[in-house]
């Protein structure tokens, strides 16, 4: 059955977006690939983007159908009656003078979580500021992976495998659902606020296919850079549209690009979202596929799947399971996702991979990834309480400070184009547009 594919090595190095420099492409094995697989050659810039949804997905969810697999989860809200001019533009900061977002600084002042006065960062990442990325008091994983006991960067038990997408739902998410759901697979969905406003029957789905929503920003802006209001209003817009569409919040986030430090991780406590990085063994053994970047050709898809060879490797090494980064946002991302990196890992029985959502990874039912259904009393991790940040938060030493080195994913995106969700760059949104933290009581 498995037949072991020596891909790649006879496939010349495309050239970059830039048109100047060609890429390695180098040999890679992988055990099984999809018989559907777009073949690898063809999964690389050129491939477009729309905002029309690609096939692959029929049904769309009635208005008022229960959800019966999140006990206490309401039904589903009636998608057509969502109003877009009520919520902020896609794609950019929203505005902290609006109602809601005086509500939700307000709220976050009365959880008693005190905010680390910690100065935002400026875009460039590590280089653009050198005083914050070597001061390990802010614990910012940008510049050194530092990670706090509050941050879930792991599947407890080895050789399980959170798999989640980032930065949709968008046009190709039809094509992997599909292949989710012929494999019995579940995935954690970080979901831009921008793209839910856009596809909101689209997210229902995925929703009811029993996959976890989790909050990836309204605009997916780099958090340390904003203020702590923006932070705020970056978080809980995204918390209301999905709670508009579904009728339950997340309660786990996940920064873009990973750039998270101790005042970010304070607000998003205080709001009610427990993090959620990919896991980092080393500066160069970051799980992240970079599968993101074959769309803007800084990268081939030989590299990403010599990434996926080497992330498999190294989590056969550890004690622990593993998260991965990878992103539903393009057509290239999803295509190598179902015609490769998943056909791969499903044939991999010596050892065999369990696959799941983070929530699932983490041994807790799908009701306690959404702050309404979530057990507070058993349940103190995702935390929803002051209380239940405290003590993983007050103590400096629970911080793992690594060798500061380049942050894969981050440092890839910024070093390419600042911003990669400005409208320059980032065609396809416009197009749709239309601690050491001290925690007190
Ligand atoms: C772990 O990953 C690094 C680079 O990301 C790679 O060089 C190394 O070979 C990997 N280890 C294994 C056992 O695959
Ligand atoms: C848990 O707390 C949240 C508010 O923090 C509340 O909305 C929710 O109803 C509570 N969950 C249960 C099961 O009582
Ligand atoms: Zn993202």
Redesign the pocket.
């Known amino acids: 059955m498995l037949s072991l594919l020596a891909v790649a090595a006879a496939i010349p190095a495309i050239v970059n977006a830039q048109g100047s420099s060609s890429l390695p492409a180098p040999s890679v094995s992988i055990l099984s690939q999809n018989p559907t697989a777009v073949p690898l050659s063809q999964i690389n810039v050129a491939e477009p983007t729309s905002t029309t949804l690609a096939p692959g997905w029929t049904t769309t969810p009635t208005a008022g159908a229960v959800p019966t697999f999140i006990p206490?989860a309401p039904g589903l809200p009636d998608v057509t009656k969502l109003v877009p001019s009520n919520y902020p533009t896609l794609d950019k900061l929203p505005d902290i003078t609006s109602p809601e977002v005086q509500q939700w600084i307000a709220e976050v002042k009365a959880s008693g979580v005190q905010i680390p006065n910690i100065s935002p960062t400026v875009l460039g990442g590590c280089a653009a500021n050198a005083e914050a990325a070597s001061d390990q008091s802010r614990c910012w994983w940008t510049c050194g992976g530092c990670v706090r006991d509050t941050d879930i960067t792991t599947c407890p038990d080895k050789l399980t495998w959170g798999l989640t997408y980032d930065d949709g739902p968008a046009w190709f998410t039809p094509n992997l659902l599909q292949y989710l759901d012929a494999n019995d697979l579940k995935s954690t969905f970080f979901v831009v606020g921008s793209r839910a406003i856009s596809y909101p029957a689209l997210l229902q789905t995925e929703f009811m296919a029993e996959h976890q929503i989790a909050v990836h920003t309204w605009s997916h802006p780099y958090l340390s850079t904003l203020s702590n209001e923006q932070i705020i209003a970056e978080l809980g817009w995204s918390k209301k549209i999905i709670k508009d569409v579904l009728g339950i919040t997340p309660n786990m986030m996940r920064p873009p690009y990973g750039d998270i430090d101790d005042r970010v991780r304070a607000i998003s406590l205080a709001m009610?979202l427990t993090p959620v990085m990919w896991t980092r063994i080393s500066p160069t053994a970051t799980f992240d596929t970079g599968d993101y970047d074959i769309h803007g050709g800084t990268i081939t898809s030989q590299q990403v799947l010599k990434n996926w060879d080497y992330i498999l490797g190294n989590a056969t090494t550890i004690n622990t399971g593993f998260i991965v980064l990878e992103h539903d946002l393009f057509q290239q991302t999803v295509e190598i996702a179902t015609g490769y990196i998943l056909p791969d890992a499903l044939a991999r029985t010596n050892p065999k991979f369990n696959i799941k959502p983070v929530i699932s990874c983490l041994n807790k039912p799908m009701?306690d990834a959404y702050?309404?259904?979530?057990?507070?009393?058993s349940n103190s991790q995702p935390a929803?309480?002051p209380s239940g940040s405290v003590s993983a938060l007050s103590s400096g030493a629970s911080g793992s400070v690594q060798a500061t080195g380049g942050a894969s994913h981050g440092g890839s995106h910024s070093s390419s184009a600042v911003g990669l969700f400005n409208p320059g760059f980032f065609v396809y949104a416009v197009e749709v547009a239309a601690i050491a933290i001290s925690v007190i009581f």
């Open positions: 206490g009610g009701q702050i309404e259904t979530n057990n507070n009393q929803n309480s």
